[in-house]
């Protein structure tokens, strides 16, 4: 059973319009993540998150913002949206642990897919 | 930087055949590999992993994977797949460098079991 949730799972938008896709975790994990997967592409790191007050940029250029003022709390932001933008979003959570601790085995939640108009 | 390179975008199969999905990865450190299936309309769920010791690992559905260290691989082997193994699988390595941990990715391979 998920510990992860993400909403919207699904979201169908007009060109310009500002969206936030939630994510929350149960499991207290310190790092979040938030990876964008297209159809037979790899799935590309966007963002991700060490703890509260920490935001990083991943591999993948994105437009999105991220925040993170609650440990459990990692929504993403689009100002402005675009049909560019249209993808599966996914959340992830890890722990962070110490120092040999620290696998990199993520926890997803179920996605949200986007369609931008 | 670790990189991962799954050779099969789609394997068709028949029900009860053996199946292997191929997995190489490239990195200059030692490495954690993961296997994770996506189901239609769903996360991606882990699978199987290789931290350390046995090379060969196993899932709980009669998955098992192994790590080769001189070819820089973890196929991931079933020797009877079922109807319900139909699904995406993803092939992951994180490495310790930076002490990030961040996992990559492959582009996935769609298993598709034929009755």
């Known amino acids: 059973e998920a510990d992860i949730y993400q909403t919207p799972r699904y979201l169908v938008i007009g060109t310009g319009k500002k969206i936030t896709l939630e994510c929350s975790q149960t499991m207290g994990h310190d790092k979040m993540y938030w990876y964008q997967q297209d159809p037979g592409m790899e799935l590309h790191l966007i963002h991700y998150?060490?703890?509260?007050?920490?935001?990083e940029k991943g591999d993948l250029s994105s437009e999105s913002t991220v925040s993170r003022i609650r440990t459990e709390h990692f929504p993403l932001t689009l100002e402005s949206a675009r049909p560019s933008h249209t993808s599966q979003y996914l959340c992830?959570?890890?722990?962070?642990?110490?120092?040999?601790?620290?696998?990199?085995?993520?926890?997803f939640g179920e996605g949200s897919r986007l369609t931008v108009l | 930087a670790q990189s991962v390179t799954q050779l099969d975008s789609q394997v068709p199969v028949f029900e009860e055949a053996p199946v292997e999905l191929r997995c190489n990865y490239s990195?200059?450190?030692?490495?954690?590999l993961f296997w994770y299936v996506q189901y239609p309309n769903q996360g991606l769920q882990l699978l199987l992993k290789?931290?350390?010791?046995?090379?060969l690992v196993e899932s709980i559905n009669g998955f098992e994977a192994e790590f080769n260290k001189s070819q820089t691989s973890f196929h991931l082997r079933k020797p009877s797949v079922h109807i319900s193994d139909t699904a995406e699988y993803f092939c992951?390595?994180?490495?310790?460098?930076?002490?990030?941990?961040?996992?990559?990715f492959g582009r996935g391979t769609s298993l598709i079991v034929h009755p």
């Open positions: 990195s200059s450190v030692s490495v954690y």
């Open positions: 992830a959570s890890s722990e962070l642990g110490l120092a040999g601790t620290n696998t990199g085995e993520l926890f």
């Open positions: 998150s060490y703890g509260v007050n920490s935001t």
């Open positions: 290789y931290l350390s010791g046995s090379t």
């Open positions: 992951a390595v994180s490495d310790g460098a930076g002490g990030s941990y961040i996992p990559t």
